[in-house]
Each structure stands twice: as structure tokens, then as C-alpha cells.
């Protein structure tokens, strides 16, 4: 497989296929989903995980971080 259709990013104005906020019931969601009910890039999240200053904070679980539905929702006034 050539490496450039591996790591193949979406075109702006096209969105990947997530569910509504409202409908998600697990407890934490990855940090490309956070990101995309954010509105923010997934580098941002990675950035406000490192230096602890974002307005959510993540859970990391075996070295990787899960951000928190309730705290999206909270932030989101959703």
C-alpha cells in the first residue's frame, strides 16, 4: 500500500461519518472524534493534553488519551 493513501486526511468542507453528540453513550470518545465535536484540529486536543490548558482535560489509558462525553457535552452546551 503507498503511504499517502494510508494516512489520507479528509478535504475541508467534507466530514467524516460521526453520530450526534446527543446520541453517543460511551463514557469516553478517541481524540480525532473529540476533536471533530470541538470543532478543533486533533493536534489542539494533543496539545491542551501536554500542557494541561485546554478547557477539557483527557484520560489516559494505557498511553493514550480518551476524552470524556460529559466534558464535551458540558463545553459544547449541548
Known sequence: MNTSQAYK???IGMSLDFPSLETINRPAVDTATAAYYLNRKPQTLR???CLENGPIKPIRVNGRLAWRVADIKAVMEV
Open 9 to 11: 486526511v479528509p478535504a
Open 47 to 49: 496539545v491542551w493534553a
